[in-house]
């Protein structure tokens, strides 16, 4: 288990409006949307539109968590912002008098990850991979590291399909301990590294998010976490063309996610030509079969013409 503080207590129920104190904006609660070490994210409508609301008692690491989620705002890839845009700060005092911090963001439309796959198929999985790894390299570049990346952090939007990350409160300065994890994609708990932020910390994350579409329920630890990983990526057989990419990230030998992204990439376009080739043999294979036949169909008529 991690060893973070227990989450909020603040738990608010379906059409309770909050009052921004200082800019008066009002929203309304329409369920929630998860919760953790740092408040809870609920859905809300605000003049006929969804947004994301984040609200929380601790306002000191709520301040901090707006400043990350600025930062992230101010990078772009693709045209998009990686996080969700930051609408609202503010203020509010609950109907028992208590004060408490909120923000609100953009309310990311689309899927987890797992169900898209699960609807799409796996061939997806590099292709979102190569997108979240290029998102990750720009967070790298800035001088973070995600941190807690998982699939509850991860967002499929569908029009084009593209990976966006959510919940930034795990995002740590390079060089410092990672403040917020989950013991499935924590490569400490693996005891395959430190808990030391860097950009192998995500990329051994990255691994453990793509395991955690295929082992629904997880997996734990034993006394041979190197064989166990190894052992549970290969008996995913989309997987197996990319495993030796994805076991170099379980054993921290990427220093940037730009290296894994050129590795996928590589393989991934010996894979399309290789597909290629046998389609093309294919076809080669198929029109000789066509040709012989239609010469012994041709042979059997004339003989037959001129009995």
């Given amino acids: 288990m991690n060893t973070l503080p227990k989450k909020d207590k603040i738990r608010l129920k379906r059409g309770t409006v909050i009052e921004g104190k200082w800019h ?3 929203y309304k609660v329409v369920r929630l949307l998860g919760s953790g070490t740092v408040g809870a994210v609920y859905l809300c409508s605000q003049n006929g539109r969804f947004v994301a609301l984040k609200i929380s008692e601790q306002s000191v690491n709520m301040t901090a968590e707006v400043q990350l989620l600025k930062t992230l705002n101010q990078m772009k ?5 990686l996080g969700p845009s930051l609408l609202d700060v503010d203020d509010w005092e609950m109907p028992g008098g208590q004060k408490v ?3 609100v963001m953009e309310y ?5 990850l797992p169900t898209f796959i699960q609807k799409h198929g796996a061939s997806w999985v590099v292709v979102l991979l190569l997108g979240l790894l290029e998102q990750l390299d720009l967070i790298h570049r800035s001088g973070y590291v995600f941190g807690d990346l998982k699939s509850e952090n991860i967002i499929v ?4 399909p593209k990976i966006r990350l959510i919940d930034v409160g795990g995002m740590t300065k390079i060089g410092r301990s990672v403040k917020e994890y989950t013991n499935f994609y924590d490569r400490a708990y693996w005891r395959l590294g430190t808990r030391r932020a860097e950009p192998s910390y995500d ?3 990255v691994v453990m998010v793509v395991l955690s579409i295929f082992y629904p329920n997880k997996f734990t630890r034993t006394t041979h976490n190197h ?9 995913v057989k989309p997987l197996v063309p990319y495993a030796p990419v994805l076991m170099k990230a379980i054993e921290g030998k990427y220093k940037s996610a730009g290296q894994m992204q050129n590795d996928l990439r590589r393989l991934l376009t010996r894979r ?3 597909d290629a080739d046998e389609k093309r043999g294919m076809l080669y294979t198929e029109l000789w079969i066509l040709f012989m036949m239609s010469s012994v169909y041709f042979g059997i008529y004339y003989y037959l013409s001129n009995i």
């Avoid at 990311?108 to 987890?112: D, F, L, M, V």
């Avoid at 939007?157 to 084009?160: D, G, I, K, Q, T």
């Fill in 24 to 26: 008066r904006n009002h």
């Fill in 77 to 81: 890839v693709q045209d998009s912002r």
């Fill in 101 to 103: 911090s909120f923000y």
């Fill in 108 to 112: 990311i439309s689309g899927e987890s």
């Fill in 157 to 160: 939007e569908r029009h084009p």
């Fill in 203 to 205: 990329l051994f994350s």
């Fill in 227 to 235: 064989t166990l990983i190894k052992r549970k990526l290969y008996q």
């Fill in 272 to 274: 399309k030509m290789k």
